[in-house]
């Protein structure tokens, strides 16, 4: 199976290793071409008219928050970074492509969740709460950063404390699927510290 996998130069290098057993081809921005599939580690949905131009049955995205935009070929992973490089492969994706998209992890050597069409995806808002609910201790004063990724990874396991995770996927990413969640439900409300120093990061692409 051969791709193409749209990334910005930070993203090449970080998921360089997961598509090391695979024919892809890198480009920073969507283009034209043909190929068995095209991933975007940077979706958003401006992109989505550009995405379409490519002559490829199975366009993948990253989009957690979203939900599918409208055409048959596109399928939503959870590509954040940690999330992809597991074994498991949290996919979103109409009836029409559960053949193809099973084929597509096989070849990443991925089992695949396929999960309703809803905002966030399972691991995502998990993680994404863990890490609002860090800002929030911290912002109270109960403890500091280094202490609380200290105490999640050592008293849950944990392979990422929740800031080193945050920074890790993006402190906006988490922000964008937080201000999603909590339209629908109070539990995600933001934490102050998180939504500011989000902010002030540049928006996520």
Partial sequence: MTGIVIAGPERQEIFR???????????????TGGSDFVIDLEYHSGRRKALEVYETPLILINSVPAPLPAGERFVRINAWNTFLQRPLAEVVARPIQ??????WCTSLGKEPVFLPDVPGMPT????????????????EGVSTPEEIDTAMRLGTNYPYGPFTWARLIGLPAVHELLVT???????????????EEALSHAPVA
């Fill in 181 to 195: 969640l909590s339209q629908t439900d109070p539990r995600y409300e933001i934490a102050p510290l998180l939504r």
């Fill in 98 to 103: 559960v053949d193809a998209v099973s084929a």
């Fill in 17 to 31: 290793e997961v598509f090391k057993d695979m024919r892809v081809e890198w480009r920073t921005m969507p283009g």
């Fill in 124 to 139: 995502a808002r998990i993680v994404a709460m863990i890490i609002n609910e860090a800002y929030f201790t911290w912002g």
